[in-house]
Protein backbone atom coordinates (compact mmCIF):
# COMPACT_ATOMS: atom_id res chain seq x y z
CA UNK A 1 0.00 0.00 0.00
CA UNK A 2 2.83 2.60 0.57
CA UNK A 3 4.73 1.68 -2.14
CA UNK A 4 1.58 2.59 -4.24
CA UNK A 5 0.54 5.87 -2.52
CA UNK A 6 4.38 6.93 -3.31
CA UNK A 7 4.66 5.56 -6.85
CA UNK A 8 0.84 7.70 -7.04
CA UNK A 9 2.59 10.70 -5.91
CA UNK A 10 5.95 10.43 -7.82
CA UNK A 11 3.73 10.05 -10.88
CA UNK A 12 1.37 13.14 -9.93
CA UNK A 13 4.40 15.34 -9.10
CA UNK A 14 6.25 13.94 -12.77
CA UNK A 15 2.48 14.89 -14.24
CA UNK A 16 2.70 18.59 -12.94
CA UNK A 17 6.37 19.11 -13.68
CA UNK A 18 5.82 18.36 -17.08
CA UNK A 19 2.68 20.30 -17.46
CA UNK A 20 4.73 23.01 -16.31
CA UNK A 21 7.44 22.97 -18.64
CA UNK A 22 5.23 22.65 -21.35
CA UNK A 23 3.31 25.67 -19.98
CA UNK A 24 6.85 27.94 -20.22
CA UNK A 25 8.16 26.76 -23.32
CA UNK A 26 5.02 26.44 -25.80
CA UNK A 27 6.74 27.40 -29.41
CA UNK A 28 4.42 29.63 -31.22
CA UNK A 29 5.56 31.42 -34.72
CA UNK A 30 9.13 30.23 -34.29
CA UNK A 31 9.02 32.52 -30.40
CA UNK A 32 9.58 31.05 -27.49
CA UNK A 33 6.90 31.41 -25.07
CA UNK A 34 6.94 32.26 -21.19
CA UNK A 35 4.76 32.30 -17.92
CA UNK A 36 5.89 35.74 -17.64
CA UNK A 37 5.77 38.79 -19.55
CA UNK A 38 7.33 42.57 -20.31
CA UNK A 39 5.42 45.03 -18.91
CA UNK A 40 7.14 47.90 -17.98
CA UNK A 41 10.95 49.24 -17.90
CA UNK A 42 12.60 52.10 -17.07
CA UNK A 43 16.19 53.30 -17.09
CA UNK A 44 18.05 54.02 -14.10
CA UNK A 45 16.94 57.76 -13.25
CA UNK A 46 13.07 55.65 -13.32
CA UNK A 47 12.18 57.08 -16.72
CA UNK A 48 9.90 54.72 -18.40
CA UNK A 49 11.96 53.25 -21.55
CA UNK A 50 9.12 50.62 -22.05
CA UNK A 51 5.36 49.41 -21.64
CA UNK A 52 3.52 51.71 -18.96
CA UNK A 53 3.68 51.78 -15.19
CA UNK A 54 -0.16 51.83 -15.32
CA UNK A 55 0.19 48.00 -16.65
CA UNK A 56 2.32 47.14 -14.04
CA UNK A 57 0.31 49.07 -11.27
CA UNK A 58 -3.09 46.92 -12.78
CA UNK A 59 -1.21 43.91 -12.49
CA UNK A 60 -0.34 43.81 -9.14
CA UNK A 61 -3.45 45.01 -7.98
CA UNK A 62 -4.83 42.00 -9.79
CA UNK A 63 -2.39 39.49 -8.12
CA UNK A 64 -0.24 39.10 -10.53
CA UNK A 65 3.37 37.35 -9.60
CA UNK A 66 5.98 39.92 -10.61
CA UNK A 67 9.75 39.13 -11.26
CA UNK A 68 12.28 42.36 -11.34
CA UNK A 69 15.74 42.17 -13.59
CA UNK A 70 18.12 44.16 -13.20
CA UNK A 71 22.30 44.33 -14.85
CA UNK A 72 25.08 45.38 -12.96
CA UNK A 73 28.54 45.14 -14.59
CA UNK A 74 29.44 42.20 -15.59
CA UNK A 75 26.14 40.53 -14.40
CA UNK A 76 22.59 40.53 -14.77
CA UNK A 77 19.85 39.54 -11.71
CA UNK A 78 16.72 38.57 -11.61
CA UNK A 79 14.14 37.97 -8.71
CA UNK A 80 10.57 37.12 -7.77
CA UNK A 81 9.43 40.29 -6.04
CA UNK A 82 7.63 38.33 -2.78
CA UNK A 83 6.48 42.13 -0.72
CA UNK A 84 5.17 44.61 -3.02
CA UNK A 85 4.35 48.09 -2.27
CA UNK A 86 2.43 50.47 -4.04
CA UNK A 87 2.58 53.98 -2.54
CA UNK A 88 2.44 57.29 -4.22
CA UNK A 89 1.54 55.90 -7.71
CA UNK A 90 5.35 54.24 -7.64
CA UNK A 91 6.10 50.77 -6.96
CA UNK A 92 8.37 49.47 -4.52
CA UNK A 93 9.65 45.62 -4.52
CA UNK A 94 11.69 44.73 -1.31
CA UNK A 95 14.10 42.01 -2.80
CA UNK A 96 14.86 38.89 0.11
CA UNK A 97 17.76 38.64 1.74
CA UNK A 98 20.42 37.03 0.33
CA UNK A 99 23.98 35.54 0.27
CA UNK A 100 26.75 37.81 -1.43
CA UNK A 101 28.24 35.86 -4.19
CA UNK A 102 31.78 36.47 -5.84
CA UNK A 103 31.45 36.45 -10.02
CA UNK A 104 34.75 35.35 -11.65
CA UNK A 105 36.18 34.97 -15.22
CA UNK A 106 39.42 33.91 -14.18
CA UNK A 107 39.40 30.77 -16.79
CA UNK A 108 36.51 29.17 -18.16
CA UNK A 109 33.64 28.70 -17.93
CA UNK A 110 32.98 31.77 -15.51
CA UNK A 111 31.91 31.11 -12.15
CA UNK A 112 29.69 32.05 -9.11
CA UNK A 113 31.00 31.30 -5.83
CA UNK A 114 28.80 32.50 -1.83
CA UNK A 115 31.22 34.91 -0.70
CA UNK A 116 33.27 33.38 2.47
CA UNK A 117 32.93 36.24 4.92
CA UNK A 118 28.82 35.34 4.96
CA UNK A 119 28.04 38.81 3.65
CA UNK A 120 24.31 39.44 3.24
CA UNK A 121 22.48 41.52 0.74
CA UNK A 122 18.81 42.78 -0.12
CA UNK A 123 17.94 46.27 -1.57
CA UNK A 124 14.46 48.17 -2.48
CA UNK A 125 13.73 47.89 -6.37
CA UNK A 126 11.86 50.79 -7.63
CA UNK A 127 10.19 52.55 -10.36
CA UNK A 128 11.09 56.18 -8.88
CA UNK A 129 15.00 55.98 -9.56
CA UNK A 130 15.81 55.48 -6.28
CA UNK A 131 17.64 52.01 -7.20
CA UNK A 132 19.86 53.39 -9.71
CA UNK A 133 20.10 50.58 -12.65
CA UNK A 134 17.72 49.38 -15.38
CA UNK A 135 14.78 47.68 -14.69
CA UNK A 136 12.79 45.29 -16.59
CA UNK A 137 9.59 44.54 -14.31
CA UNK A 138 7.90 41.07 -15.67
CA UNK A 139 4.56 39.80 -14.21
CA UNK A 140 2.83 36.13 -14.78
CA UNK A 141 0.61 35.18 -17.24
Sequence with gaps: MIK????????????LTQSQ???????????????????????????ATGGTKEKLLTAIRSGKSVRV???????EHFVDAT?????GGEVFAQIPIIRGQRPSKRGEPASIKLAD??????????TNGQFPYRIKWFVSN
Design 4 to 15: QSFLASTLVMLA
Design 21 to 47: AAATEVKDEGQLQTAWHLVYSQDRDGN
Design 69 to 75: HWAGGRV
Design 83 to 87: FLTIF
Design 117 to 126: DGQEWTSIVS
